[in-house]
C-alpha cells in the first residue's frame, strides 16, 4: 500500500488489522471479529482512525461497520449495519 500516513507509520499490529479488514471490505463481508479474518488487536482501530486511514462506525451489539478512506479501495465498506440501526459512535465519538 503506498499512502502517505499522517503522524509517522503505523504499529506492525495496526499495518496487519488493516490488511484484515481491507480483506473484508474488498469481500463485503463484516468488520473482522473472528473467522476468517482473525480479530482485530486493541486499540488499532483507533491508532488507524487517527492517521486517517479508516472511518470507524459502531452499532448495537457492537456491530462496526469500517470505510477505507485511503489507497486502491478507497471507499469500500464492511458489510453494512442491520436496516434501521444507526451509530451511536464515529471514529471513537459518541453521536447522538
Known sequence: MSVQIKNGGLSAAAKRDLERIIA???A?????????HGSLQRDTVRELVQA????????RHNYR??????GEHRG???????AGQKP?????RRVK
Open 24 to 26: 473484508a471490505a474488498v
Open 28 to 36: 463485503g463481508e463484516r468488520c473482522p471479529q473472528a473467522s476468517p
Open 52 to 59: 486517517g486511514m479508516i472511518r470507524s462506525e459502531v452499532y
Open 65 to 70: 461497520v469500517i470505510t477505507l478512506l485511503h
Open 76 to 82: 469500500k465498506t464492511t458489510a453494512p449495519a442491520p
Open 88 to 92: 451511536y459512535m464515529v471514529n471513537g
